[in-house]
């Protein structure tokens, strides 16, 4: 099970904060396209995190 | 009794006597103890009088055996007596809650009461109002301890009945908005010893989940008591991890309610609460997607434009084209002063001529020509005989020669 807190939320952060870097005019066109597959790589873990999410249901033991 | 033979009654030493409002002051001290400060006391009204100015007077009394065991005196001022939702009658059976409290001027101890409800469920009503004040005095309900919900938490709790339709709603919201993994921790959601399941319920789920629900279904005020046990406020309170409550309908508010982080309506509205909706996320990453992209592409075309320009820039026809331009330019304007320089010329050379036959056409050695000459005497030219007497030596200018000559005679035609 993965930590959607720790992986899907970082995830979408870093995807704008690249974005962003990449629409600044001050960004080199070498880097923008390495921050290019760098984002298109999360995008694609991003799809994949939604997708794969799937009910799972524990019923603790009330004598714990 | 002898009281002259008592053998011992000069050595005992005697006690200063206490003023009356000393042994006041002291009853008045004791009476601050704990145990007579905000209590709850059972019992029935007797001497009930409404006083004209507000404050209502009677007597709580609890008869044993026929007869009355034990009476205490009370007192409900008017700011109190005005939030009674019922008039008290004589043999009411009541709860009230207030604080026992010497009046010195009369001699007597009284309760002063805050509140009063009728004895049965008016018991638990009270003492849910007295958890509240306590409660609220441990800080269980400011505002600044709510916390905020999770984003994108891993793991939803759930405390609530294993059975019955809120487990149920609640998997089938966070399965359609979100399906990830719910812990249910089980509990019993009524009864006498609920409490302490429902906080043990909530304390087992630490460290296992990022938020949890605490939900029940809706019921009676008897029903959904346990909710308001401290036990459970305080096991809300502790919670590592915020707490979403949705217990009973939404007019019933339990003190866990006013605890939880967040209430919901009804479960449902708390599982929609808790995690977030997977289509809304699939459309916000498309989003995301489509302005990566366009963000590229902007990039690209950017860069092409600055080749371009700068490829432009550094082609040598386009030098070589630049310098041809300024060779033409240069051959143009040498041929347009040339032109302008000959035409001036020209214009010079007409006028010139022109001042010549002007200049001609003045020239008195022409007229000389024609066969007339021209008289000077000293350098003057004679133009009258009356400057001219006779011996004078003059000069006559032909057109192509001179000659001296002396006057012999002058002759004047005076009729002229």
């Keep these: ?64 | 009794m002898d009281w002259f033979n008592r053998p011992d009654v000069a050595t005992v030493p005697e006690k200063a006597p206490l003023r009356v409002s000393e042994l006041s002051a002291i009853i008045e001290g004791l009476m601050d103890n704990p145990l007579l400060q905000d209590i709850l006391v059972r019992g029935e009204v007797t001497n009930y009088t409404h006083h004209a100015r507000g404050h209502r007077y009677f007597s709580l009394s609890e008869k044993g055996g026929g007869n009355t065991a034990a009476v205490v005196k009370c007192v409900m001022w008017r700011s109190d007596a005005e939030r009674l939702s019922f008039i008290p009658s004589e043999g009411m059976e009541v709860i009230v809650a207030g604080t026992v409290r010497a009046y010195a001027p009369h001699g007597a101890y009284q309760l002063q009461v805050k509140e009063m409800r009728k004895a049965g469920l008016g018991e638990k009503f009270l003492l849910v109002e007295q958890w509240k004040r306590q409660l609220a005095a441990e800080g269980c309900f400011s505002p600044e301890r709510k916390r905020c919900l999770p984003t994108f938490p891993a793991r939803v709790g759930v405390v609530t009945s294993e059975t019955g339709a809120v487990i149920h709603d609640i998997r089938t919201v966070i399965g359609r908005r979100y399906p990830l993994e719910i812990i249910i921790s089980p509990t019993a959601v009524q009864g006498e010893q609920a409490h302490r399941d429902i906080s043990s319920a909530i304390s087992r789920l630490a460290g296992m989940v990022d938020v949890v629900i605490i939900a029940r279904g809706g019921g009676s005020f008897e029903d959904l008591f346990p909710f308001n046990h401290p036990d459970v406020v305080r096991a809300i309170v502790t919670c590592p991890v915020p707490v979403v409550s949705a217990i009973g309908h939404e007019v019933d508010v339990t003190l866990s309610d006013l605890a939880a982080d967040l209430r919901a309506a009804t479960p449902s509205a708390a599982a929609e609460l808790v995690v977030p909706d997977r289509q809304v996320l699939t459309a916000c990453l498309q989003e995301l997607k489509v302005r990566l992209n366009g963000a590229l592409q902007d990039r690209v075309a950017w860069a092409w434009d600055e080749i371009s320009d700068l490829r432009d820039r550094l082609r040598p026809q386009r030098f070589l084209r630049k310098l041809e331009e300024k060779k033409q330019n240069t051959a143009d304007l040498s041929d347009r002063l040339e032109r302008a320089f000959s035409n001036r010329l020209g214009c010079e050379r007409l006028l010139l001529a022109e001042m010549k036959t002007a200049l001609d056409s003045r020239n008195p050695l022409a007229v000389l020509a024609r066969g007339y000459c021209v008289v000077e005497k000293r350098g003057t030219v004679v133009k009258s005989a009356d400057t001219i007497t006779k011996g004078d030596r003059m000069n006559i200018r032909f057109y192509d020669g001179s000659s001296q000559v002396i006057v012999e005679d002058v002759e004047h035609e005076r009729n002229l």
């Design chain 1, 1 to 64: 099970m993965w930590n959607m807190k720790e992986t899907y939320e970082t995830k979408i952060e870093q995807l704008r904060k690249i974005i962003e870097k990449i629409e600044d005019g001050n960004t080199g066109l070498d880097e923008s396209i390495k921050l290019y597959e760098q984002g298109a790589a999360l995008v694609k873990q991003c799809e994949i995190l939604l997708s794969e999410a799937e009910l799972k249901i524990t019923t603790l033991s009330r004598d714990a």
